[in-house]
């Protein structure tokens, strides 16, 4: 028997027997299923919820437009509690978004394939079979590669279900966070040794705070090497670095890392061991970083020639009026001015630069004992007047402020008709410079040669605390910039000795403090521009994900529409996608054509206790018929029989 043969519009004998006998014995769960004739359409609670289903898929992408926006509108935002509740929303994209996808754009490709199917001229099968079968973005492609009946078509759905990932993406991609600084001006306050009231300008002064000018040197000689070379003093006030000797007028350095490496190791040296007391940083934020520029003036010192080994006697007669034929108590020291007058007889009336003044002459003698003679080493020095401008960062964060200096320069045009400069020069009152002599070497008051003083052992360098030296093993360029620490270090001592220790960052100068006319009753303070800048964390959107996402959702809106749209003109029942639509007009299963009006669901749940399988209708020929039927019937005793078709088989042919 040929396959023509077989293949005929009527049944063959083994088929014809096997519809007989599946008329006869349909059980009874089935012949109950239909409950007769009825008008297209749901009841009244299924449409209510298919209404409320499709109305609430069809706003749902709403939730991504308002996602987009929200997104878009935290831009340079702060981050904040509400920020954050935003940033979780757009976690949840990935999960969300692919399955609302697949849910409208599925309904909206089945109600596409159900309209078309009522329509006059209907849709040909392969059309229906690619787009009813494009539920996801696997199914399009496995429609567009097996069925290829309309190609572009298929194209044009597999771009549209690659939507779904591309939104999901961007959502989550949506927001970041990032720094970002806020910047404000206002003034800050400094004391600059220049315009200080020094208490050495009287005697009275001089004895009545001697003791707290001492003990801040003191203290500041016997801090750590750790502390000695920290970026400020004992009380956490910002110091000054030297000015490297031998670096160009004109340039600008910063100070780097490795500059404080060196300073640390006190191979280089600040200025003073005393800080620059700051006031006025308030008119930022609560935690912020201040930036702004002092003008510090100090005396820079340069020793060019060292005589060791000199006897007391010897040593006297550099100092006859300060060592009158005995002893040097610790070290001695003094200092010749140059008469400036003479070359600039109008100097009180017309100040000139500094610059242009020679240098003072400072000997310096220290003791040491050797074999039980008492010795000295004098140093022959000069003395000038150095200004470097120098860039302040302050971070203020928890009330706790601390500074360091960043960038120098130096300053041309200092004048030098002002009480510091009469230190070094014959302008104005010897006074300052004739206390500052006399109190500075019993500041530590020493009595045996076998000990050295705070003062030498700082200038001697690591390695001689408290011991005696050879002071010709110490290479004059080091006791140059450590003689400028200390020689700088009691100056300043004496420009404010009961106030240096009260520390207070953020209080507002007094007017007396800051009003150069009452300089004689308190200490005068420079103002300077300042800059605070607030470091914080804030959103930001990234806006072509932004364009991403509104895109992709709008195109998932313009498919929820239409889905919508569609279900207005769709009249007949939804059989697509149900596996119970099998058994529509099946004559195998051998039903009364009744039920038309059934949709998928429906018919699925009348039937449901009916079982199915794919077999063999002609298990007993050459050639076998595959066909959807009945798995089993039940006899009139109601005892279930199994059917006689056979398995299906990979060995066999079939029609």
């Known amino acids: 028997m040929s396959c023509k043969e077989i293949v005929t519009d009527e049944p063959t004998h083994s088929r014809r027997h096997f519809l007989a006998a599946t008329q006869t014995n349909l059980s009874s769960a089935t012949h109950h299923w239909y409950e007769g004739p009825r008008k297209l359409g749901y009841g009244r609670l299924e449409t209510i919820l298919c209404c409320t289903w499709d109305i609430l898929l069809t706003l749902a992408p709403v939730y991504f437009f308002a ?42 490709f089945k109600n596409i394939a159900r309209w078309a199917m009522e329509r006059h001229r209907g849709i040909s099968l392969g059309t229906l079979e690619q787009t009813f079968g494009s539920q996801s973005l ?32 961007s959502a989550v991609r949506l927001l970041y966070t990032a720094e ?21 300008e009287t005697g009275r002064d001089t004895a009545m705070f001697s003791n707290d000018i001492n003990n801040m040197y003191l203290a500041s000689l016997l ?21 490297p000797r031998g670096l160009g007028d004109d340039v600008s350095r910063q100070i780097s890392q490795d500059e404080y490496g060196l300073l640390a190791s006190e191979q280089e040296s600040y200025v003073s061991l005393l ?21 510090h003036p100090y005396f820079e010192v340069d020793c060019n020639s060292i005589r060791p080994r000199l006897s007391k006697n010897q040593t006297a007669s550099y100092f006859p009026e300060k060592i009158p034929g005995a002893a040097i108590a610790t070290f001695a020291v003094d200092i010749a001015v140059p008469n400036i007058s003479a070359t600039f007889p109008n100097v009180l009336s017309e100040p000139i630069p500094i610059e242009q003044v020679p240098p003072a002459q400072l000997l310096y003698a220290t003791r040491y004992d050797i074999d039980g003679w008492r010795l000295s080493s004098l140093f022959n020095c000069s003395v000038r007047v150095v200004v470097v401008e120098t860039d302040i960062e302050c971070t203020a964060s928890s009330g706790l402020t601390t500074c360091h200096a960043t960038h120098q320069k130096l300053k041309k ?23 500052l002599l006399a109190e500075w070497p019993i500041a530590e008051r020493l009595s045996s040669y076998y000990k050295m003083s705070l003062t030498d052992t700082y200038l001697a360098g690591p390695g001689h605390r408290f011991s005696p030296g050879s002071w010709a093993n110490v290479p004059l360029k080091d006791f140059s910039r ?33 009003s150069e006319d009452t300089i004689w009753l308190s200490p005068f303070l420079n103002q300077t521009e300042s800059t605070s800048t607030e470091s914080f964390v804030v959103y930001r959107a990234d806006r072509r994900w932004v364009v991403i996402l509104l895109v992709t959702t709008s195109c998932l809106e313009i498919l929820a529409v239409v889905g919508l749209l569609l279900e207005l003109f769709i009249r007949g029942p939804d059989i697509l996608g149900y596996a119970s639509s099998l058994t529509r007009d099946n004559y195998v299963f051998g039903l009364p054509p009744d039920g038309s009006a059934m949709d998928g669901a429906e018919r699925a749940r009348a039937l449901r206790h009916l079982r199915v399988r794919l077999a063999d209708l002609q298990p007993e020929m050459d050639v076998g018929y595959v066909a959807f039927e009945i798995a089993s019937s039940t006899d009139p005793s109601g005892v279930e029989q199994a059917k006689s078709q056979g398995p299906l088989s990979r060995d066999k042919l079939y029609s």
């Open 138 to 169: 696997a199914s399009a492609v496995e429609r567009l590669i097996f069925v290829r009946s309309h190609v572009p078509f298929g194209i044009l759905v597999v771009l549209i279900w690659g939507l779904s990932p591309l939104g999901g993406q």
């Open 482 to 514: 450590r003689l400028t620490t200390v020689l700088n270090t009691y100056w300043e001592a004496s420009l404010d000795p009961q106030n240096h220790t009260d520390v207070a960052f953020q209080r507002q100068p007094t007017t007396g403090e800051i």
């Open 275 to 295: 800080g620059v007391p700051i006031f006025g940083l308030n008119f930022g934020p609560v935690q912020a970083q201040y930036t702004f520029t002092v003008e």
């Open 223 to 243: 801090a750590s090497q750790t502390q000695r070379g920290s970026p400020v003093d004992l009380w956490g006030l910002p110091k000054i670095p030297q000015w």
């Open 413 to 435: 045009g200092f004048d030098t008709n002002d009480f510091f400069n009469s230190l070094i020069t014959s302008v104005g009152s010897i006074t300052p410079r004739a206390n």
């Open 67 to 108: 996602l987009a926006i929200l997104a878009h509108r935290l831009e340079g935002a702060r981050v904040s509690e509400y920020g954050q509740r935003i940033v979780d929303l757009t976690q949840l994209a990935p999960t969300i978004y692919p399955i609302l996808f697949a849910a409208i754009a599925g309904r909206c």
């Open 180 to 200: 970002a600084t806020e910047s404000r001006a206002g003034t800050a306050y400094y004391a600059n040794p220049h315009l200080q009231f020094s208490v050495f």
